[in-house]
């Protein structure tokens, strides 16, 4: 069995509430290998006895966790980083398995999540405030940032570990408590590292998790929402669900950091160099088969050198090997379940409805299984299309023609979303013109890889706000208070 892991326990198939314990009502759900569409473990299908449990837990941990040096939330978060690097190989294939990712990308993500920690371990020491000159004499006046208290994590499946780190690494350096809701589709991933968190010293109470599948989750996640106690919302996943819970927070006004959707543009210009276009695209697209929320999903060239560009790519990316993370060759997984490729599949019959060509791809691929897709690149795509519209969230390419910077622009920045975008130019007065007036997050100029821990991670307009990673990070679980002594 090429995805079994060395370390059995690292499957507790139980929440964490304190201690290791079933859902209250008993129910438990299947985990389903994307790979074969098959069940291959269960964990509880929790429900919001079992969330209110979990809140009371985090509520009851935060004076003591709160009260901890951070020099020792430190040492403790280096722990678990040291911890789950030591775990690399069984974390590895365990978001393979669960997640249908080949093998190296599962390796690799792991050690995308532990650089969040280990980031985080180091931020913990600096949440540094300020001492403010005062305006009048006698007065001191200080401003001191501390923890905002119990956090909710709320996390999607297309980076079951790293996710999670993102939002619980940087929560409990600022001293705040934790109850995580990892996605149905990959609970094991989280469940493992929760069970390293305990083993590096995060105490009972401080970190919580359990787990729900996709019908109970608004069951478990709503107790949250409505407790005053949770000071803080931490989503990553689709914008109607982001918009839902910033609405049902809005009573008890928490804060909230929404990570949510995208429609990234990737512009070739007609100076760029067209090869390390390809290879950007190739990386930024095809990274987790394309389900990644910062995936170019329109891709704009220049009409003088739209030819060239389409047949070298669609060279590329005929070329993908498609199969399961068991095969060591493996460069496109299955997607996540039939969902996703019923979605995948709706939007290239859309764009071939309406006009579109297949340069290469466009099918599923039945003799694999039932989740996958062929990757694909779709020639002659506009704006009216499903596939430039809405995130495809798969291996799929459209590519569409463009005149002018102008004009490309505009249509670049045509969407509610503003998560992610990349162009390629060689001329320094276009490249610094484009990335200003380009509204996104995060803007990758001749790169196709952006993430990095030490970068502020996160979108604008309608893919969310707040920042993942960087020194902005450890902020958004901050809250500031202002200290003004006088009589002096
Ligand atoms: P996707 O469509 O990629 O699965 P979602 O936004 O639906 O993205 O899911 C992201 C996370 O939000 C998952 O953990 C999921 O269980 C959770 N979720 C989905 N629907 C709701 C809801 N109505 N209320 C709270 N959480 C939800």
């Known amino acids: 069995m090429p995805l079994s892991i060395h370390r059995d326990d690292l499957l ?51 004076p003591a966790w709160r009260a901890v040096p951070a020099k020792q939330r430190a040492q403790i978060l280096k722990r678990w980083n040291d911890l789950i690097m030591a775990h690399r190989e069984d974390l590895g294939r365990l978001i393979s398995r669960e997640q249908g990712k080949p093998l190296a990308e599962g390796r690799g993500e792991v050690v995308y999540a532990a650089s969040y920690v280990e980031w985080f371990a180091e931020e913990a020491t600096r949440a540094n405030g300020d001492v403010i000159p005062a305006p009048v004499t006698g007065r001191r006046m200080f401003a001191l940032k501390e923890p905002v208290g119990v956090v909710a994590a709320i996390t999607p499946w297309n980076f079951p570990a790293a996710m999670i780190a993102r939002k619980i690494a940087p929560a409990l ?30 105490p009972p109470g401080v970190l919580n998790i359990v787990t729900a599948s996709r019908e109970r989750a608004a069951e478990v996640v709503d107790v949250w929402l409505d407790d005053a106690r949770v000071r803080k919302i931490s989503f990553t ?67 003088s050198v739209h030819d060239v560009f389409v047949d070298k790519l669609a060279a590329r990316v005929g070329a993908l090997k498609v199969g399961p993370a068991t095969e060591p060759e493996s ?138 990673g960087s020194v902005h990070g450890l902020d958004e679980y901050m809250q500031m208070k202002y200290l003004c002594q006088g009589q002096l």
């Open 173 to 202: 350096a600022a001293g705040c408590t934790v109850v995580c809701k990892p996605a149905e589709d990959t609970p094991l991933t989280s469940l493992a590292l929760v069970k390293l968190a305990g083993e590096a010293g995060v």
């Open 12 to 62: 507790p198939g139980r929440n964490f509430i304190g201690r290791w314990c079933e859902a209250q009502q008993g129910r438990r759900f299947d985990v389903i290998d994307p790979a074969t569409d098959t069940v291959f473990a269960s964990v509880p299908d929790s429900g919001a006895d079992d969330a209110r449990a979990a809140l009371d837990a985090a509520h009851a941990a935060f």
């Open 331 to 468: 460069q496109i997984g299955p997607m996540i379940n039939a969902r996703a490729v019923d979605k995948i599949e709706r939007h290239v019959i859309d764009a071939l409805e309406r006009g579109a060509r297949i340069a290469v791809g466009g099918t599923r691929l039945v003799s694999l299984g039932t989740n996958y897709y062929a990757p694909t690149v779709l020639a002659g795509t506009d704006a009216t299309m499903a596939c430039t519209c809405e995130e495809t969230f798969g291996p799929v390419v459209p590519v569409t023609r463009f005149d002018t910077e102008a004009e490309v622009v505009a249509a670049a920045n045509a969407t509610p979303f503003g998560l992610a975008a990349y162009f390629y130019s060689r001329d320094v007065k276009r490249i610094w013109r484009v990335a200003d007036a380009l509204e996104a997050g995060l803007v990758g100029i001749n790169e196709g890889a952006l993430a990095a821990e030490a970068a502020p991670f996160g979108g604008v307009k309608e893919s969310g706000y707040g920042r993942e």
């Open 237 to 303: 996943g689709s914008t109607p669900v982001g918009k839902q819970l910033a609405r049902r927070s809005a009573d008890t006004l928490k804060k909230l950091s929404l990570e949510l959707g995208g429609n990234a543009p990737f512009i070739v210009f007609d100076d760029a160099d067209l090869d390390a276009a390809v290879d950007g695209l190739m990386v930024a697209k095809f990274r987790n088969g394309g389900q990644t929320c910062v995936s170019p999903n329109r891709v704009f060239v220049h009409t």
